[in-house]
Every structure is written in C-alpha cells, then in structure tokens.
C-alpha cells in the first residue's frame, strides 16, 4: 500500500479512531473535505482529517471512497487543529467532535452553496429577446422581458407572479443557453449610517486602548459591575478589527441574549455583515450563516457555545460575554466549555480573547492572579446611574402569601406608582413544586425519576422537569383519597399573585414555558423596552446580560435557593446569580432598590455579598477552594454511568476503578463509585466516579491511558458511560 494514498476520515459514529479508505477512483481528496464512504451496511458522510501512505488495516479490508463532496476544504487547518486538539482534551470520540463543527445540512451531505435561487438573463438571452426569437413562446417571452427590465436575477416567487407554469418556460431558457440559476445573498449588509457610539468613561477608553494595543495573543478578563457598559467595549474592539479588515467572533451563553445584542450590533456595524449561529435557527439559516462566515462575508459572528467552531477565514477578535455562565458548557455528548475552547482557539490563531462578566468564575480570577489573564476592570456604571440600594426581608418577621411578603408588596406599588418598572426573580417554573397530601404525607413523585412532580394549573397538568413525563393533574390523593394541596411556589403562581394584587399593571411572564413560541421572547422584551409591560417576573432567562433601563425595583423572592447546596460551586453560583439579579435595577437615571427574601438573613455568604460586594466574595471563595484543594486549584473528570438496573451502573464503575488502578496512578485519586444525587433519572439508574489531580498534563495522561481501556471491559457493553473532563456539575 505505499504507493497509494490512505485516507484518515472522522465519520460521526462513538468510536475513538478515525477509519482508513482508499481514495476515490477520480480525484484526491484533502484534509477538511467532506467525502461519502461506505460505512457498515450503508453510507455515511465524513471528513478527511489526514492522508497517509500506510494502515494497520490489510490492503484486501480497504474499501475506497464513494466520492468526494466539496470541490475546497470546508475547514481549514486552523480549525482542524482545534477540532483534533478537542477530541484528544476531550477524550471524545474525533468524528463527533468534527460532525460537532458543521451545520446539520453539511453533515447530511447538502451542497454548501447557500442563499436564494434565482435566474438571470445571459447575453444570448438579451440577444435573443432583441431578435424576438422567442415570440414563438410568449411565457418565455415574458419571463425573458421581465429579466431583461429588472437588470438582476429573479427568485421564484418574482417569476411565479408572471406565469403559473414558470418552471417550465425556465427550463426551456436553461436549455437554450438564455437564462442561468445563480444564488442571491439575502444577508447582505444593510445600507445606512451607523448610530454614534456615546462618549466612553475613562475606564472603557483604557480597555479598549489596552485590548486594541495588544499585539498577537493576550487574554483579557474584562471585570465590570453590571451596567458599566462592558458591550461598549465589545464594541469599540471590534470596530478597530473591523477597519483592518478582520473578523470578530462573539459568543453568548444562552438563545435569549442574541435580539437586543444583535439589534445594538446593527445599529453600530449596519454594512459589517454579521451572521448568527445558535440552536433557534433553522437548518438552511444555520447553513447560510456559517457559509458567510467561512466565505468572509460575515465581518461579526455571533452565536452561543456551538459557534466558537465557526470557520474565520480573517480572524481578529474573540469575545465570551458572561464568560462564567455555566450554559457555555456542553452537558451532553461532546462535553466541552466554549469559553475554554474559545482560549485555546485566540492562543493558536494568534489574538487577542476578551472574557467579560460582571461576576468572573473562579477559575478565571486565579488565572488573572497567576498572570495567565491580563485583567481589565469596570468600576463604575455608565452614565449617572448608581449602584442599587439592597434591603434583607425576614421571611421569619414577615410572612409571604404566594411568594410576596408585605414589605415587597408595598415597594412593589410605590414603584409602580412613581412610574418605574418592577422585576421579580424566581427560579422555579410552574405553579407549585409538589402536591401534598397533608392526610397521609404522599407527594406526587415521577415514576421515572427520583422527583417530584411540578404542578402546571393553566395546563392543568403536573410535569416532570427533569425527563418530562406528564399527566392530568389530580385534586385527590393516589394513596388515601385525601384533597392534595399545592405546596410552595413557581413563576405561574407568583404571576396569579400578581394579577390578583395589580390588576391594572400589564406583565410579562419570562420562563421557559411562556417562550417555547418562536420569537416569543423577542415580543416580550420588546413589551418591557417600549415601557408597556411595567411587571416582570420570571426565572434565570432574566438574568443574563439584559439591559433594563427602566427596571427600579427588583425582588427575589427566595434568595436561598442554594445556600446549602450540596456541589462545592453552589456558594460561587448563588453568589453570580445574587450579583447579576441586583443588577438589573437602577440601570438608567432613577436609583434603584433591591428587596432579598431569606429565611436566614444573617448567612455569612448573604451578609458578605450585601455589604462588601462579589469581589470580596470571590478572595475568600478562592481561598476556601485551595485550603480544600477543588478547582481552580486542582483539575477534575467526572465518569458517569447510567444503565437500567442500578446494580450494571456500579458494576462498569467499579471494573473502571480497577482499570484506573492499575496504570500508573501517581498524583491521581479516584473516588467512588458512588450513585448520583437524582440516582434515577427517565427510567435509568446513574452512579458516578471521580478523578482528581494536582495538575491538568497528570490529568490528561492517566485520562488517555484510562480511556482505552474503558471500551474494553465487560460491562461497557451493557451501560451508557460518558467521561466529562472538567465538570461544571458534580452531584
């Protein structure tokens, strides 16, 4: 075999090696085309990753190449090399990882050829039509005049306007030579002046100035109390990167935070062209946004976790807004942080990355303090606005009726009535978290889970949010017959609450259930920007980077919500969560209030964040997490396992324990098997085993050694595994 060539191809399929396959009879292909080989009893699209000269597979297994896909490699070598560099970092299976960087359309092996069709007149068809050689066809006749007056290619709804039976007529054109197809771009930039930038206060000008300055790699962690206008930042790079001729990638933790970024972005960049990749598109718009990427047409690329694998022929910048939230990390299959990613990605391309929050995760402020991150800070909010005034409400003083406490009540109202608008936080959807029987003490529990079923009144149903099973709900006890009764609070009853107490006051419930609609939460925040919707009251969606300029009073209305959390990251997430909440209020010229209901207004963490702030919070959480010895000052990998029966899920634990045990273990300690926190989840039992060590190269050694083994024990074949390599969640 070493006079032929040996294609490497990643072909989507949980296994650790690519696969070896003869080039096709015609053509070689090249690292980062698509190709179409045989695979199992069928076909499969996959990409080429490496050609070589030799294979482990004997020269008479070798089947050949079916055919090759794309004229130009899709991914260029830069992104091969992060994609290759993920799946080892990873321990994930490579073909995933690369089906991980296409639009699904690619990976089905659709043309990459994007945009409207549309047909335009040649000039033998302008001759033609001058010569009347087609007066013998009038519906030719009339498409050809109708081309020959626009002056530019038309689609096929211009052209069904002209004739009902158009496909035909057109047909006959292509055939004659007289009409061509071609692709309209229909995301070109938009024409327009661009809206002036305010004036920057001096701590933007010297981060801007510091980050624009910056020669080649540097990664800035850009720490800025919440409304001191980090987004101009932003902004102010990626216009620099913009007149060089460079592009901007910009990734966001969640879907909700795109419209009002992406609308700021416009009015600023209205002829830069900007694509958005996230998971509310569909197939064709994903496709045309990453084409415009790759093709350089897109000078900003927008998009959550998934777009930080977005081909930049011109790359300039990388930006990670709300570079803590936990969302930037994949949770299932290919595990993997796009903030992490995003880091690695600026050092091999060679610029500048800036991760911005107002509340940074730990692990970036060790990073700012050993000098791997330069730190730039934002102290002060923009404009005249002010740092809002922070009240604790004794729920043991003052007792809530569906969620609201009479001190809230009254602030609520005076709000109201000084023309101001009121945000209400609650992470807990639905209307109640459980149905109690107070006869016999019977909950309403999933069948498949270890939970507690979540009542949803308006649906009249009861819901699992974890598997989401659902049944009609019932006012009667399964166990004794007794009346079950709603017991705590979610958004849809704080919103009855709502309605009850201010009947005149137009609201806007913001969860997961009232935006499953397309472009539902776009219509909401357009409510609450205009000033009509003057109450709003939802979950975390409402915590995420939104500007809120009329916001003057916010209320959470249960601030324990993880005070006694289990995971060692419960205190740093609350803390985030507290932080960014507070945030929303007071963000224009009125000052602003924030009421916090608590059971246990003394809590060291809640006094320590009310009255010295996050930054303190954070010097002593970083000290706890070293005394303790958990990330950032160790490095973890979780291996989770989930089967059927409870006893398959230890059993694969426990024979990967003893594979772990039996390599080289220095520096490493595994811990457990032990079950999951929710053991059963959508009818299957989980259990999980911990890796920990001091440094990230002992890590990944034991982890690759330990990974080829875990295929091969006699378990495996009877569990659902999956290795996570520095876990967000442990329990």
């Not at 720490?223 to 216009?239: A, F, H, M, N, P």
């Not at 969606?541 to 990251?569: S, W």
């Not at 982890?703 to 442990?730: H, I, K």
Request: charged share 25%; with cysteine; hydrophobic share 40%.
């Amino acid at each position: 075999m070493s006079e032929a060539t040996i294609l490497r191809v990643a072909i989507d399929a949980p296994v650790m090696q690519a696969f070896d396959y003869l080039p096709p009879a015609q053509g070689q292909p090249r690292p980062g085309q698509r190709v179409l080989v045989p695979f199992r009893q069928g076909r499969r699209v996959g990409v080429v990753l490496d050609l070589a000269t030799r294979s482990a597979v004997s020269p008479g297994r070798l089947r050949r190449t079916l055919a090759v896909l794309d004229t130009e490699p899709l991914l260029d070598a830069s992104l091969m090399g992060l994609l290759g560099w993920a799946a080892g970092y990873y321990q994930h299976p490579p073909g995933e990882v690369f089906a991980a960087a296409l639009p699904r359309l690619l990976r089905h092996g659709r043309d990459s050829t994007t945009g409207t069709l549309a047909w335009q007149i040649t000039p033998a068809g302008v001759a033609a039509h001058a010569a009347r050689q087609d007066a013998r066809a009038p519906v030719q006749s009339r498409l050809l005049a109708a081309l020959v007056a626009a002056g530019e290619a038309l689609d096929a709804d211009a052209l069904g306007v002209l004739a009902t039976r158009w496909q035909e007529a057109v047909r006959a054109l292509e055939k004659r030579g007289w009409v061509e197809r071609t692709r309209r771009d229909d995301a070109a930039p938009a024409s327009g002046a661009a809206e002036e930038p305010p004036p920057p206060s001096a701590a933007q000008a010297a981060a801007v100035a510091g980050i624009t300055a910056s020669r080649g790699y540097r990664a800035w962690l850009l720490q800025g109390v919440t409304g001191s206008g980090k987004t101009e930042v932003y902004l102010r790079c990626i216009d620099a990167e913009l007149a060089a001729g460079r592009q901007s990638l910009v990734l966001v933790p969640e879907i909700g935070l795109t419209p009002q970024l992406v609308e700021r972005f416009r009015r600023r960049f209205p002829a830069a062209g900007i694509a958005l990749l996230h998971s509310g598109l569909t197939d064709r718009q994903r496709l045309d946004a990453w084409v415009r990427a790759r093709d350089g047409r897109a000078g900003i690329v927008i998009g959550t976790r998934s777009a930080v694998f977005a081909p930049l022929p011109r790359p300039g910048l990388i930006v990670v807004d709300e570079e803590h939230d936990a969302s930037l990390k994949q949770q299932d299959g290919f595990r993997y942080s796009a903030r992490d990613l995003a880091v690695w990605r600026a050092h091999q391309l060679g610029i500048p990355v800036v991760l911005g929050s107002a509340t940074p995760s730990l692990e970036s402020l060790a990073n700012a303090q050993a000098g791997r991150y330069q730190r730039l800070s934002l102290p002060d909010r923009a404009g005249v606005a002010r740092q809002p005034a922070v009240r604790l409400v004794d729920l043991r003083r003052h007792v809530a009726q569906d969620g609201l406490t009479p001190p809230l009540i009254e602030a609520i109202g005076r709000h109201l009535e000084a023309g101001g608008q009121v945000l209400l936080y609650l992470n807990r959807r639905g209307y109640a978290p459980t149905l109690l029987c107070p006869a016999c003490g019977h909950c309403l529990e999933c069948r498949r889970c270890d939970a507690r079923l979540v009542l949803h009144r308006h649906e009249g149903r009861v819901a699992c949010h974890h598997c989401g099973a659902t049944r009609p709900a019932s006012e009667t006890c399964p166990q004794c017959g007794g009346t079950l009764y709603a017991v705590g609070q979610g958004t849809e009853r704080l919103e009855a609450a709502l309605d009850e107490r201010f009947p005149d006051v137009r609201r806007v419930r913001i969860d997961r259930d009232t935006t499953r609609e397309r472009g539902g939460m776009q219509r909401m925040l357009a409510e609450v920007a205009s000033g009509t919707a003057r109450l709003l009251l939802g979950t975390q969606m409402l915590t995420k980077g939104h500007d809120f300029p009329l916001v003057t009073l916010v209320g959470i209305i249960d601030a324990d919500q993880g005070l006694f959390g289990t995971d060692f990251r419960a205190s740093e997430r609350l803390a985030q969560t507290f932080v960014q909440v507070c945030g929303r209020a007071g963000r224009g010229e009125r000052p602003g209030e924030v009421y916090l209901q608590t059971h246990f207004p003394d809590h060291p963490l809640l006094q320590l964040l009310v009255r010295e702030g996050y930054e303190r919070f954070a010097e002593a959480a970083l000290a706890e997490r070293q005394a303790a010895g958990w990330p950032p000052f160790s490095y973890l990998a979780l291996l989770r396992a989930e089967a059927p029966a409870r006893e398959a899920a230890l059993a694969f634990l426990t024979q990967a324990r003893e594979a772990g045990e039996a390599l080289d273990q220095r520096g490493v300690r595994l811990a457990g098997p032990a079950p999951a926190p929710m053991e059963k989840r959508a009818g299957r039992h989980r259990a999980q085993l911990l890796v920990e060590t001091t440094t990230r190269p002992r890590l990944q050694r034991f982890l690759a050694a330990w990974r080829e083994r875990l295929d091969a024990l006699p378990a495996a074949g009877r569990t659902r595994w999956s290795l996570d390599v520095d876990p967000v969640e442990l329990f």
